[in-house]
């Protein structure tokens, strides 16, 4: 936000109450600015369909929760799951070929902008985004140069948000980007003469990442505890060399030799190959005292391994655990995990990992769908969709059509594929200190929602508001621009202007000290019938609402 | 008043004078043992957090022999070559002749001036252990070794089985709030996000960017400008009903607070003439050292920072990867130690790095996996520098340090490490074992690498 630009608008805005203050005398009044009549608010149906957006969408709009409303939420749902997905990878192989990497990842984050923004397939992408957050692999290390690798992965996770977690996890073991980011990607047998063994790192991040955690589980997620009340762990040193042995022999697909696979845009795009003379052939002890014998093909080893670690009876309340908190809830009742591991384990059909009937369980569960707000139900919003929300209620575009941006991190404390580590960007576990930590609860959002870069993106949303929205002076043709039209239509009316704010962003349930706050505030600016005036109105009232806690929430 | 608001002032305040009088009475800060009178002096503690687990035995190597063939051997393609290695002299010897990697001159610079020392195979431990005891399976150990997370986690809280709640930082700064009471900011600083290691079971970090903070810019000006601001406060001290959106609120009220105040001392502070690399890690220990030179105009008697860099979980290509991280590292904490020695509190202030651990000896083709004990760096002119602190563990594959694939077993706990600079920072021996919960079971108390409180 360039500060002259505040600076001015608070010195014209003084001039404007200056004007009209003493303005005018002997003539007669002007007449009042015309308005149209305020909004209703959302009914109480649609207020439920709402809040069921922003679980299932990168954000609700009031269009669309009049869809959800006539289609039914299964309805919706089962829309949402016959449309394509929406990808990333031929929009990169679309560009032409002589752009540098780094500017390719630009456009990467592009595209993953539009079609979170933008894409019809909403509800594929959000499960894409939650699995991205699971499955995690970065930018940041080794794929900084693998723009095309990472947009492959991710229509991988696009394109299997409904399928079947098993297959899932062989795709995911399988592709370059995971095989680059947890070096399973050219990962051998044992050379016992160079004191060189197989590397642990997939092994282990795939167990306690991506599938069963550290601890045994019940099925409603919580610990097993032993006869002494101690957590039981899931597996040893011992099971993870094992794993590590299998996961030997593969590297890129169609190199000359396993030794001088190097990466290309072509096969980092493919599944990763088995060099058979690579893979450990010893036996391998696996989870649950199943040991794999010795001398099988690498292919074999894999995917008994991957069955070996699907059945495990942690899987399911994990991976329900897991998705729940990216979708509904920070704390899901130990009830609401096993109903969704339940169909985990059994999608009605006898179908073990069918991830449409765990999406569906988890967005149509009682707890999800409850009206009653709670104290500890729902979650904070992570910052991007945050963002996204407010693009999608205010149909945030450019006029170039690109978001494109080189470092979403710095301004959201995240970024698509753009973690840290394989750790996400944030805990699971997260508890801020306080009441939710005193409570025994976690808050995972919190842990990147800390003072700095709360600022920073309460910063962006003063930008986004004040200064690119429709009426903005100067924007560029890549600044990404709200439509605030209704709201300067309706602006010098305070109450009309505070009920078109509510129901686009906050469901027509803004509470009274922030409706008071809000009515307060805008009246302190000149409601005279000028562009200027209108315009200053409708762009404090999107950036008071989009600033405050109750839209950093999701219910 | 509703409970929950007599909290939310609690963390809003934390630091200040205000809040001892609202602590809550059940808390553990009414059992503290610190005499509660202002400190008379300024100190502060720097934790350079490497994240990913340092291969810290191919960062300080026996150069000597028999021991580098016994170092050669067991790292083969990963070991760095005999000749390359920069010599360096402590003044205690055991024996062995050490030498630095290559690409640390900075702080090969500081040890031999003795203002550095390692802390040498630390770790975190429940208790002193052995192969034997590990093979018996009668060792009492951390939980979940080798992986990233719970190891980071031990080094943050030292909590061992216990549930993690708070860092040890946290505790030592929830011990000083009455040794305090004039400071306008919390004693811990965060230049690296949310991290367990300030968190106090009753005081709260505060975490700025890596440059400083940064104010919010949206208010406006004039009188316009303070209404809003003042609504934007009301809406934040409202009561809501989402315990995540009260939570989120009082990060943005200690975010408006302590932004315009910090904002303010550091822009009357004079710049500083220690230049600093532009690595993430140099722009924090910038800050950390602007703050410093600020730490007057606000009163400032104790604090902890906490600066990061990430990188070192090296499973490939550690051999083009290391030498550029550790280049990275040295190059900041020179800086830093120089802009410690321009602001005159050289003595002031002590650095130490941490890690999730140390990285297995044996390769994995191109890289090392997790393991465990680890070499760690502690920087200042308070530091009893140029020595080896702890023995060097024998480096055999399969030798009586090795739980197995090169990994070390520590034979220095992550506790001594943290209470020996608990000690100097002002912590009373009697409140060590609070922040080092494990403390009680090792002998020592104290490694002995600070000069005396």
Not at chain 1, 376 to 389: H, S, V
Not at chain 2, 327 to 339: D, E, I, K, R
Not at chain 2, 413 to 439: C, E, H, I, M
Request: net charge negative.
């Amino acid at each position: 936000m360039p500060v002259g630009r505040l600076l001015w608008l608070g010195a014209a805005g003084l001039a404007a109450a200056v004007l009209t203050g003493c303005g005018g005398s002997g003539d007669d009044p002007a007449p009042p600015p015309q308005t149209p009549p305020p909004p209703p608010a959302l009914t109480a149906e649609q207020t439920a369909a709402f809040h069921f957006l922003n679980q299932a969408t990168f954000g609700a709009t009031v269009a669309a929760a009049d869809e959800v409303v006539k289609q039914g939420y299964e309805g919706w749902i089962d829309a949402q799951m016959a449309l394509p997905a929406s990808l990333e990878l031929p929009h990169l192989q679309a560009l032409p070929a002589s752009q540098s990497m780094s500017e390719r990842q630009r456009d990467r984050i592009d595209i993953w902008f539009r079609n979170a923004v933008t894409g019809p397939d909403q509800l594929r992408q959000r499960i894409a985004f939650a699995l991205s957050q699971i499955f995690v692999v970065s930018q940041v290390g080794a794929l900084e140069q693998a723009p095309y690798a990472l947009a492959s992965f991710y229509d991988l996770l696009a394109t299997q948000a409904f399928g079947n977690f098993r297959e899932l996890l062989e795709d995911v073991t399988l592709h370059p980007a995971m095989g680059v980011y947890l070096s399973m990607l050219g990962n051998q047998r044992p050379d016992p003469a160079r004191n060189i063994r197989p590397d642990e790192n997939y092994a282990r991040e795939l167990m306690q990442l991506f599938t069963i955690g550290l601890v045994e589980l019940e099925l409603d997620g919580t610990p097993k505890l032993d006869a002494s009340g101690r957590p039981i762990p899931t597996y040893d040193q011992e099971v993870i060399e094992g794993f590590a042995h299998v996961y030997t022999g593969w590297t890129y697909a169609g190199a000359p030799s396993f030794r001088q696979a190097r990466r290309t845009v072509e096969n980092q795009v493919q599944p990763m190959q088995l060099y058979p003379d690579f893979h450990a052939t010893s036996p391998k002890l696996l989870l649950r005292g199943v040991t794999l014998p010795a001398g099988r093909s690498g292919t074999r080893d894999l995917t008994d391994a991957l069955d070996n670690v699907f059945e495990h009876p942690n899987v399911a309340p994990f991976v329900a655990q897991r998705l729940i908190q990216r979708l509904t809830a920070s704390n899901p009742s130990p009830a609401y995990v096993e109903r969704v591991a339940r169909r985990f384990e059994n999608d009605g059909t006898g179908v073990r990992g069918n991830l449409a009937a765990v999406v569906k369980a988890i967005l149509l569960d009682e707890e999800a769908r409850s009206t009653t707000a709670t104290d500890r139900g729902g979650k904070l919003k992570e910052p991007l969709l945050r963002m996204t929300q407010l693009w999608r209620a205010y149909g945030g575009r450019a006029a170039s059509g690109s978001f494109a941006m080189s470092n979403p991190a710095s301004m959201f404390g995240q970024g698509p594929l753009q973690s840290p580590s394989v750790f996400n960007f944030y805990s699971p576990t997260y508890a801020p200190p306080g009441e939710l930590r005193d409570a025994g609860l976690v808050a995972p959002e919190l842990e990147i929602a800390n003072e700095y870069q709360n600022t920073v993106l309460t910063n962006a949303f003063a930008t986004q508001a004040l200064s690119r929205n429709s009426r903005s002076p100067g924007v560029r043709a890549d600044d990404v621009v709200i439509d605030i039209g209704e709201e300067i239509a309706i602006a010098p009316d305070t109450a009309g202007l505070v009920v078109t704010v509510d129901r686009k962003l906050l469901a027509s349930e803004m509470s009274p000290t922030l409706r008071d706050e809000l009515t307060r505030l805008i009246d302190r600016l000149p409601a005279t019938d000028d562009d200027f005036a209108r315009t200053r109105r409708a762009a404090q009232a999107v950036y008071f609402v989009a600033a405050s806690p109750e839209f950093a929430v999701q219910r | 008043m509703p409970r929950r608001t007599i909290q939310r002032r609690e963390l809003l305040v934390a630091g200040t004078a205000a809040t001892l009088l609202l602590a809550r009475p059940h808390s553990a800060i009414t059992q503290m043992t610190a005499t509660p009178a202002p400190f008379g002096d300024y100190r502060a503690l720097v934790c350079v957090f490497l994240f990913g687990g340092n291969d810290s035995f191919n960062m300080l190597v026996p150069r000597s022999a028999p021991e580098y063939g016994v170092y050669a051997a067991a790292r083969q393609n990963l070991a760095v070559p005999q000749a390359d290695l920069l010599p360096v002299a402590p003044l205690v010897t055991d024996g062995v002749e050490y030498g630095l990697h290559p690409a640390m001159t900075g702080v090969r610079d500081l040890f031999d001036a003795g203002r550095a020392a390692f802390v040498v195979n630390v770790g975190p431990l429940l208790e002193p252990t052995t192969k034997d005891a590990i093979r018996a399976r009668l060792a009492n150990l951390p939980p979940q070794l080798f992986s990233h997370n719970d190891q980071q986690d031990q080094w943050h809280s030292l909590r061992g089985d216990a549930q993690t709640r708070s860092g040890w930082a946290g505790r030592i700064a929830d011990l000083m709030r009455a040794n305090v009471t004039n400071q306008q900011l919390t004693t811990n600083v965060s230049l690296n996000g949310n991290t367990l290691f300030l968190a106090g079971d009753e005081s709260v970090a505060y975490a700025m960017g890596a440059s400083g903070p940064l104010k919010f810019t949206g208010f406006g000006s004039g009188s316009f400008g303070r209404e809003h601001r003042a609504a934007f406060e009301s809406v934040l001290a409202a009561d809501h009903t989402s315990l995540y959106a009260e939570a989120f609120a009082d990060v943005q009220q200690r975010a408006l607070e302590n932004a315009d105040r910090v904002t303010d001392a550091l822009a009357s502070t004079p710049p500083l003439g220690t230049a600093f690399p532009t690595s993430g890690l140099g722009q924090q220990l910038g800050t950390v050292a602007r703050m410093i030179a600020a730490r007057e105009r606000l009163g400032m008697q104790r604090q902890i920072f906490f600066v990061a860099t990430g990188g070192f979980d090296s499973h490939d290509d550690q051999t083009e990867n290391q030498p550029r991280l550790l280049a990275n590292v040295s190059a900041a904490l020179t800086a830093f130690h120089t802009a410690t020695v321009e602001l005159g509190v050289a003595s002031a202030v002590t650095t130490f790095t941490q890690s999730d651990f140390g990285r297995t000896l044996t390769s994995n083709g191109d890289g090392t996996d997790h393991a465990w004990g680890g070499i760690q760096i502690v920087i200042g002119d308070a530091v009893l520098g140029r020595r080896l602190y702890g023995r060097y563990p024998s480096l055999a594959i399969g030798g009586p340090d090795d739980y197995g694939s090169g990994r070390m077993i520590p034979t220095l706990s992550a506790d001594q490490y943290a209470a020996t600079l608990a000690r100097w920072f002002g912590v009373p021996d009697a409140d060590l074992d609070r922040v080092a919960p494990n403390l009680a079971k090792f002998s020592a108390r104290d490694l002995g690498f600070m000069a005396a409180a």
